[in-house]
């Protein structure tokens, strides 16, 4: 069995392909799986990280925003489309899939379409409540469209299928328990640990307010462990924090959290953007969080992922326009000297949560092979 799985652009993209690239492994010993991607995309480091080849094709993105400037990238990127066509087309000749993925991003747009075209088996997965442009554009086209939101499903009324089945989060999320994860990261006393990130690319804005935190963290005596992963920002924010003195750790701020499941699970609060792969480990671990959604987003989706979960009572909602370091520590000290309230979190976000989501999804593309 040949699969292709193809993604792109964030992690919230990336990481369930990965969830479901990992049934098939464990189903089908042997089973040859290529995942394709953008040359410069942020799949490039997880793919290679999980284990799996990754195979480029150009990707065309588009804006929605007008401008000379954004009509001038919008009319070089379709000029690319063909080109990106062309190599997807090179490589499913070449790799002869039985089945190929889409989990969303620009990048999986060639790979989907063409294989569509060829009539091979396909499907696509969007795990944002509001759909991306590529996964709307792809829905006529596919034998299956699955979705992490109930809410998403109505947006595809021109879809052969469409079947809500969550979103698939990584088996190692679900290896280590709290007190487990806490010993692997040598975390010995009774400290609750508190998590941050605001995303690989970075986010410059949500940058200075972390350092704003940092600050006011430290100058109260770091009355819990502190995590934060600051991304393209990694350089200016450590900078920034010595210039006002404030000595931290390469453990406390750090690039990125390449040990995220670790880290997650031994969290008792996560501060962070609402991009569906995140939601998907929240829920599926009950994780109580701050959520701050990047207003830079298709369609505000990201709001609109974090409210699903705030109306349910699991998570507190903060709009970027309205946070500020100080209020963000606040809500965290708030939020960690109230641990009731916190499980009461844990428990509604967990009712929320699709634990089968990467089985399920397995079956629904095994189905389309018969």
Known sequence: MRVIFTCGGSAGHVNPALAVAQQFEQKHPGCEILFVGAERGMEQRLVKQ???PIETVKVSTFERAWSWKVLKHNLSSAFKLPVGQHEAASLLKKFKPDLVVGTGGYASYPAVHEAARRRI?????ESNAYPGLTTRALANKVDLVMVGFPEAADYYKDAKRVAVTGTPV???????DREQARLKLGLMDSQPLVISFWGSQGAGHMSEKTVELVERWASEGRPFHYIHAAGRDYEDMTAELAKRGVAVTDREIRPYIDDMPVVMAA?????????ASTIGELTALGKPAILVPSPFVAANHQFKNAKVLADRGGVELMEEKDCTGQGLYRAAMDLLADGARRAAMGRALKRLAAPNAAQDIYENLIQLMK
Not at 268 to 275: E, F, Y
């Open 50 to 52: 999980a284990g799996y």
């Open 121 to 125: 088996p396909c499907a696509i997965h």
């Open 170 to 176: 990584r088996g190692e999320f679900f290896t280590l």
């Open 267 to 275: 969290a008792d609060l996560v501060i962070c953007r609402a991009g």
